[in-house]
């Protein structure tokens, strides 16, 4: 499978060949591009900026909301795309599929929206025959670095308020699931989007350090891990960062939950994509007195869970998306079991398959405890005080989104206040979202806000426009 309207920039002649999974089937395979094609990207991207910027605001629209027609009319060929290349189940990808329809839509709104506002001169003292407004403008060229666990919305996300806010993107979409940001930017492109606003990159880690560091680069939109977060932002110079680095995700469960949507919403947090998911559950902080009640009931569920082939419709848990993300991820509960911590379940790797695992005891010097796992493994740590469960939550020196289950409105307000993180789902998991909220961090690494509306901010400038009402 090659897609030839995205696949229109400059590359090498090695070709990337992408895996499925769960079987190791080749899915596809794309040309590879490398740090010495830049130049001739940016030439491109410079020619796409002046188009997107030239494209009226309802023009943007229409075509945002032809593509995610067109999405929406395809939703079955897209899922299924991404369970082949990214492991996830085909309940999860048809979930996918339906979000990024979402966020299309709410792109084109932001386009007919989101124009500016009147300045109130007048409102200050000396300003009295001043009158105005601004604008938001586009910034002009956006990078775009997206990773492999939501490989047709998280680039929607960022393609759809770049496109809105009327700049052009270089998109470098991950390696090992591209063909799903592809098959979107070909959509686009059949929906009216002027070709050259889109430039579709492919290739590793050099290739992406090379996009960031031009001075015609704007902003540089990335999602992915914290080494790599770092590199880019010594390599980018002076430029807009926004970047979703990870996180470690807890869950607070009291003893006056419902408990039973506390089980559900815990096993359904922790495991969702086979736990690669940035604002999956990983650490469930439960309250003494019904930890043992609930560790039992989270562990049968645990066991009940399938995991297998994606494609099967009662399939819960699928592959991780390589044998080396499994082996890091064994290799993190090994060295936790070393130090003390206790295995309840799971833990038994088959090739790209990790069933869900769970363990307790885990040593907070673990790197099990403080680092973000990405994979299908939870820790269960009992507490006496909501105070000590929101000291444990904040215990990480990052973090994206966390939950409570409890039925006081006042333990509920006080845990939203105290837990440092861009999201509080009280009486959900902590891997809620909704396409329009504003999601990203808190603490290190926290820069700047996805969600539609909150991207297309970042991606566009004000600009003001002031009348002098001179006097004849």
Known sequence: MMHGLALNAPFSSDEIVVRNPFDGSVVG???????????????????????????????????????????????????????????????????????????????????????????????YAGSEARQGWYTREPLGIITAITPYNDPL???????????????????????????????????????????????????????????????????????????TGEAIARAAGIKKLAMDLGGNAPVIVMEDCNFVAAVEGCVSGAYWAAGQNCIGTQRILIQRSIYERFKSEFVAATKMLKTGNPLEPDTDVGPMISERAVQRAAAMVDRAVASGADLLCGHSPAGNLYPPTVLENVPFGCDLWSEEVFAPI???????????????????????HAGIFTNDLEGALE??????????????????????????????????????????????????????????
Do not use: W
């Open 29 to 123: 395979t794309v040309p590879s591009s490398d740090a010495t094609c830049v130049s001739s990207f940016i030439e491109r991207a410079r020619h796409g900026a002046q188009a997107a910027k030239a494209l009226p605001r309802h023009k943007r629209a229409a075509i945002l909301e032809k593509a995610a027609s067109a999405i929406e009319a395809a939703h079955e060929e897209f899922a299924l795309l991404i369970v082949k290349e990214a492991g996830k189940t085909i309940t999860q990808a048809r979930k996918e599929a339906t979000r990024c329809v979402n966020t299309l839509k709410l792109s084109a709104d932001e386009a007919k929206r989101n124009a500016g506002e009147v300045i109130p001169f007048e409102s």
């Open 153 to 227: 919305n998280l680039v929607a996300h960022k393609l759809g308020p770049a496109i809105a806010g009327g700049n052009a993107v270089l998109l470098k979409p991950s390696e090992l699931a591209p063909l799903s940001a592809l098959k979107l930017v070909d959509v686009l492109v059949e929906s009216g989007l002027p070709e050259e606003i889109v430039t579709v990159v492919i290739g590793g880690a050099d290739l992406g350090k090379a996009l960031v560091v031009p001075r015609d680069v704007r902003m540089i939109s990335f999602t992915g891990g914290f080494a």
């Open 378 to 400: 939870v820790i269960l740590e009992p507490f006496d005080a909501l105070c000590d469960a929101i000291r444990l939550a904040n215990a990480p020196d990052y973090s994206l």
């Open 415 to 472: 845990a939203a206040s105290g837990i440092d993180a861009g999201g509080i789902m009280i009486n959900d998991s902590s891997d809620y979202r909704f396409d329009a909220m504003p999601f990203g961090g808190f603490k290190y690494g926290s820069m700047g806000r996805e969600g539609v509306r909150f991207a297309f901010e970042d991606m566009t400038q004000p600009k003001v426009v002031c009348i002098n009402r001179l006097k004849r």
